[in-house]
């Protein structure tokens, strides 16, 4: 089954708009990561966010980590057209090995 | 690009047969992944391996196996092959189990 919840399921946004994108997830992690996948590719890594820091920005995306309430939030600022992907979080535990993912956000970036 | 390859990019089996995966890890990269991503749904983790050691194992019956060479590369098999193991096989590479995981682009396994 799995850990993370990502809400919401589909965001259709203009090009030009921000897009936040939320995870929830049920047991303590080590850290937690997005990735972005293009219809049926291989995952991208976008940024890992560690149990003990709050929040991390790389270039337009700016990701939170709320260990109180299980949740992170994506956030990618300027949106452009070829943002358009499933966007997916996935948590690790404290033991390692295994990554959790959700079922992912469908964002859709209209030119 | 991650820098993680993976063979074949299609592949089209029938039922009950063996398949075999393969996957090259980033250089530097002692740990691989393995996970199975049905259609619309998120990737699921199949088992992992570190220095050559099968290092945790999910949800996944034991028809599903794994190997690790010596130069870190890796094979997952699937025996007895069933209509519900048509999906995208994803492998990953991390320099050790708590680091980054890296995708290669998958293998897409039809089973008819």
């Known amino acids: 089954s799995q850990q993370g919840e990502e809400d919401p399921q589909a965001l259709s946004i203009q090009e030009g708009e921000n897009a936040t994108m939320n995870c929830s997830y049920k047991?303590?992690?080590?850290?937690l990561q997005w990735y972005r996948q293009n219809s049926g590719r291989g995952l991208v890594h976008l940024i890992l966010?560690?149990?003990?820091?709050r929040e991390k920005h790389s270039g337009r995306l700016r990701v939170t980590l709320d260990t109180s309430k299980k949740s992170s939030s994506l956030l990618i600022t300027a949106s452009r057209a070829a943002d358009t992907a499933s966007y997916f979080c996935?948590?690790?535990?404290?033991?390692?090995?295994?990554?959790?993912f959700g079922e992912g956000t469908q964002l859709t970036v209209n030119p | 690009e991650t820098g993680v390859t993976q063979s074949p990019t299609h592949l089209i089996k029938t039922r009950g047969q063996q398949v075999t995966l393969r996957c090259s890890s980033q250089?530097?990269?002692?740990?691989v992944s393995w996970y199975q991503q049905a259609l619309g749904q998120g990737p699921q983790f199949i088992f992992q391996?570190?220095?050559?050691?099968?290092?945790g194992r999910g949800n996944f019956p034991p028809r599903f196996s794994g190997l690790q060479f010596p130069n870190y590369s890796s094979e997952l098999n699937v025996n007895a092959l069933e209509l519900d193991d048509s999906a995208l096989y994803l492998c990953?590479?991390?320099?050790?189990?708590?680091?980054?995981?890296?995708f290669g682009p998958g293998t897409r396994l039809t089973v008819l």
């Open positions: 996935a948590t690790s535990g404290t033991s390692g090995s295994r990554l959790t």
């Open positions: 047991t303590s992690i080590n850290n």
């Open positions: 966010i560690r149990s003990n820091e």
């Open positions: 250089s530097g990269h002692n740990t």
């Open positions: 391996y570190y220095r050559e050691e099968e290092n």
């Open positions: 990953a590479s991390s320099r050790t189990s708590l680091n980054e995981q890296f």
